[in-house]
């Protein structure tokens, strides 16, 4: 492969846990952290839900900032009001100017960018928080600004092929020889089978694939080390 994207949520770092601390800052309750895993998935299918409605213009950043929080504790009768959430997303987002990236995708990176790979980052949200995060995991070590596409400053995000085409066409991206890595296959997988790339699973939530989904992985990973032994000892599946 001559070129690899990244997304960044829960693909570079462990987004979890900025999440864990956020709930053991401002919860009294003593939550195991087998209960915040499932608060933490279940915001995680709330906040995609109603992204889409934002992205779509049914909903305001505010209310699927808050919304997501808000919809996950009702799963779980955890008390949530609309200023407590704004909060929690308030906290949350202070935590996440402390992320790191896993070792080995660091590790990665570094062998990527000294094989002269084309790397790219394409990452679905508002584009002041995404920015904040990818100056914090210190990509552009590797990644220059004029590669990295956030969806809120393109005006549209992850599956939709729109995006993948814009992309294709600022970096003069060959298909066949184009990989994408995410966590999220509905928007990340589909969406770059649909557009014609080279697509690896970052499955570390080990999450099962959607029933008679159209469009499969080329590979599928479940930790930072498996991606890393991919592409640095095993290239032969990709490349």
């Not at 409605?53 to 996950?72: P, V």
């Not at 004029?146 to 298909?175: C, N, W, Y």
């Not at 994408?180 to 589909?190: A, L, P, Q, R, T």
Request: glycine content about 4%.
């Amino acid at each position: 492969m001559d070129t690899i994207i990244f997304d960044v949520d829960d693909t570079l770092y462990d987004q979890a846990q900025s999440f864990h601390k956020t709930v053991r800052k401002l919860f009294q309750e003593p939550f195991s952290n087998e209960e915040i895993d499932q608060l933490y998935k279940a915001s995680r299918k709330y906040s995609e839900i109603i992204f889409d409605q934002s992205e779509a213009g049914e909903l305001s950043k505010f209310e699927w900032q808050t919304g997501r929080i808000i919809a996950a504790c009702k799963d779980f009768n955890i008390p949530m009001d609309t200023e407590k959430a704004a909060i929690f997303h308030e906290m949350y987002v202070a935590e996440q100017k402390n992320i790191t990236l896993f070792p080995e995708v660091e590790e990665l990176l570094n062998a990527l960018y000294k094989e002269g790979k084309q790397l790219g980052i394409l990452t679905n949200g508002e584009e002041k928080h995404q920015a904040m995060k990818i100056k914090q995991l210190g990509l552009t070590h590797w990644i220059p600004a004029e590669r990295t596409f956030i969806s809120g400053t393109i005006g549209h995000a992850k599956p939709k092929r729109e995006v993948f085409d814009f992309i294709e066409e600022k970096m003069d991206l060959d298909q066949t020889k184009t990989v994408y890595i995410g966590d999220n296959f509905e928007k990340d997988i589909i969406g770059a089978k649909q557009a014609g790339w080279h697509a690896v699973w970052m499955n570390h939530r080990k999450k099962n694939s959607p029933p008679n989904a159209t469009y499969k992985p080329d590979n599928e990973v479940h930790s930072a080390k498996e991606l890393l032994d991919l592409f640095v000892k095993k290239l032969k599946p990709l490349c």
